[in-house]
């Protein structure tokens, strides 16, 4: 059982940074793949980035969405149990509730098993 807690959302003008950390629960954090999601109002839960081990190895894999690539940086803390997504150049339509996810898949919301509350990301024009 993992519990994810996120933290860092706020009310934003377009242009700044802003990070997301997501706690994780559990003594297997590491073994995750960890991704964020997130869902504007009126639209579907979209995948926005993702961290994953590649293979057995001790290297992680990341994967973005087209729409944060090159402004979003998804991280990882194993030691803290914690995973970051740094946001920079926010725009308007970045604005969603984002979600943290543990699970063993890439891009598909459904190959995660554990979810945050969501935190409430508002960027302003």
């Known amino acids: 059982q993992v519990q994810l807690v996120e933290s860092g959302g706020g009310l934003v003008q377009a242009g700044v940074s802003l990070r997301l950390s997501c706690a994780a629960s559990?003594?297997?954090?590491?073994?995750?793949?960890m991704a964020w999601f997130r869902q504007a109002p009126g639209k579907e839960r979209e995948f926005v980035a993702a961290i994953r081990r590649s293979g057995t190895s001790t290297y992680y894999s990341t994967y973005y969405a087209d729409s944060v690539k090159g402004r979003f940086t998804i991280s990882r803390d194993n030691a803290k149990n914690t995973v970051y997504l740094q946001m920079n150049s926010l725009k308007p339509e970045d604005t969603a509730v984002y979600y943290c996810?543990?699970?063993?898949?890439?891009?598909?919301?459904?190959?995660?098993?554990?979810w945050g509350q969501g935190t409430q990301v508002t960027v302003s024009s």
């Open positions: 996810a543990a699970g063993g898949g890439r891009y598909f919301a459904g190959d995660y098993d554990y």
């Open positions: 559990g003594r297997t954090f590491s073994n995750y793949a």
